[in-house]
């Protein structure tokens, strides 16, 4: 993917849980379980992070693979996902996305899910990030998507874009005002459900489905 960021802040990978944890806990998590805990079948979790995910995915019927570039974040994902009681349905990687080397470890048409939570904000190029998601999944997979996104209010959309150039740089790369619902739009997926709502800034999670032609 053009862009790639390979540095990753060890700051930031080691205080995310901590820097999240009162807005996970209020706003986030329900919202998590509601959409991983039914999921069955071939995942692929784009940017696992530090793992706060992997607790809500059902114990059958699974199979994980998660990918995360940053070293930082990825050694506490493992040590959450060497918690649960079936460690060996979930593999991780330190890679993203857009490495060429994707193409070894995920093979056309082979995915029932993509999960993306928290994480298109941070891809240097979220169009090619979206082909590639439709290339992997299977003709009626899903991808499942939270994420904080650009305002539709335009003072409030200014004010993300005077915030952003900070934002980015200590928050490793996250894009505070990227309109991912609109990019989505776009991106060759039929949306089966959607949803707004708000944490200071807006967020929006959704449901899209890979059509059968």
Known sequence: MSGLRKGYSRFFGIFYDKFMYSLEQ??????????????????????????I?????????????????????????????????LP????LHEIGCGYPEMQNLIQPASLDVVVCTLVL????????????????LKPGGKLIILEHIRSHNS?????????NPLWE?????????????????SSGLLKSNEEYFKIAIPFYQAEYTKPFN
Request: aromatic fraction near 4%; hydrophobic fraction near 40%.
């Open 121 to 136: 904000c941070t891809i240097p190029d979220i169009q090619l990030a979206l082909d590639r998601f439709v290339e992997w």
């Open 88 to 91: 060996d349905r979930i593999n």
């Open 169 to 185: 740089k200590l928050a490793d790369g996250c894009q505070l005002n990227r309109p991912t619902d609109k990019i989505l739009a």
């Open 26 to 51: 209020k706003y986030l998590m329900q919202r998590r379980k509601k959409l991983l805990s039914g999921l069955k079948g071939k995942i692929l979790e784009v940017g696992v992070g530090t793992g």
């Open 155 to 163: 003072l409030k959309a200014k004010i993300q874009d005077v915030i």
């Open 53 to 85: 995910n992997l607790q809500f995915y059902s114990q059958n019927d699974i199979e994980i693979t998660g990918i995360e570039p940053s070293p930082h974040m990825l050694s506490q994902a493992v040590k959450k996902r060497d918690l649960l009681l």
